[in-house]
């Protein structure tokens, strides 16, 4: 494996049910990710997309196959570490099409919460979070509610929130959707930026083809397996 390989699947299988009500969503895919790429996962509805995401990101157990994050094989027919939700905190951050900040505490509260939980002292926690804000351009937001924010601002901080760990990974489920054209267009350069400047892994689910000419690569989920295309200027979804 090289050392700018940040994902690595192979020959991963997921089914849902069993005997009559046997679902094969995934079968036998295999594919790597490098540090700082930028992959859009296309496929229609019920393809398997959020399925996919969630084995990477070690929230759903695969039926088989093996996945790396990094240098660490983190599933090899079975979930390698006991706790699963120390790879994730670690190595990946999430972002989702819904913000999901907490309405009742504010932008710095909100990113700093999970940090906190895990142990990072409150002043390192802050002083990190108002690093991320300053970067991601929304540093003068530090105080104010969720509610008060408009949605192309609630996604940069949850963006935020996802960088927190500093992690290698970002998994991100249709992080546009709820954006307009403008909004979503500086959320996906954001993400390029982050990808660029901190070599971090970003697969993002979209069905949103404004964002395509700033991915590296399209992920397509075809006939349960993967397959990838570069950007063409006439991909249509
Ligand atoms: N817990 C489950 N039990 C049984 N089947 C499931 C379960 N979760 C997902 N599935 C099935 O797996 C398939 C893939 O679902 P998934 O949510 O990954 O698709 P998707 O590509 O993300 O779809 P969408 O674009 O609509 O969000 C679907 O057929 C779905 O019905």
């Given at each position: 494996m090289s050392e700018q390989s940040?994902?690595?699947?192979?020959?991963?299988?997921?089914?849902?049910?069993?005997?009559?009500?046997?679902?094969?969503?995934i079968e036998n895919a295999s594919f790597e990710i490098q540090k700082g790429e930028v992959v859009?996962?296309?496929?229609?509805?019920?393809?398997?997309?959020?399925?996919?995401?969630?084995?990477?990101?070690?929230v759903l157990e695969p039926t088989s196959g093996e996945i790396w994050l990094g240098e660490e094989m983190v599933y090899k027919?079975?979930?390698m570490a006991k706790d699963t939700r120390r790879i994730r905190r670690e190595k990946i951050g999430f972002i989702f099409q819904a913000h999901y900040l907490i309405p009742f505490l504010n932008v710095l509260e909100n990113i700093t919460?999970?940090?906190?939980?895990?142990?990072v002292s409150e002043a390192d926690a802050k002083k990190k979070a108002m690093e991320l804000l300053e970067y991601l351009e929304i540093a003068d937001k530090a105080?104010?509610?969720?509610?008060?924010?408009?949605?192309?601002?609630?996604?940069?901080?949850?963006?935020?929130?996802?960088?927190?760990?500093?992690?290698?990974?970002?998994?991100?489920?249709?992080?546009?959707?709820a954006l307009d054209g403008e909004r979503s267009v500086s959320v996906i350069k954001m993400l390029k930026k982050i990808a660029r400047e901190q070599n971090v892994a970003i697969i993002t689910v979209t069905h949103d083809e404004r964002i395509l000419p700033y991915c590296d690569r399209i992920m397509k989920i075809q006939d349960r397996g993967i397959v990838f295309h570069e950007i063409e200027e006439d991909d249509i979804l």
């Open positions: 940040a994902i690595k699947v192979k020959n991963l299988v997921k089914n849902f049910g069993k005997d009559e009500n046997l679902v094969k969503v859009a996962l296309i496929a229609p509805s019920g393809a398997g997309k959020t399925t996919l995401l969630m084995m990477i990101g070690c027919d079975k979930w919460l999970l940090p906190q939980a895990n142990k105080y104010n509610m969720s509610s008060q924010l408009s949605g192309g601002q609630n996604q940069r901080v949850a963006i935020a929130r996802a960088l927190a760990n500093n992690p290698q990974i970002i998994l991100a489920d249709e992080p546009t959707a």
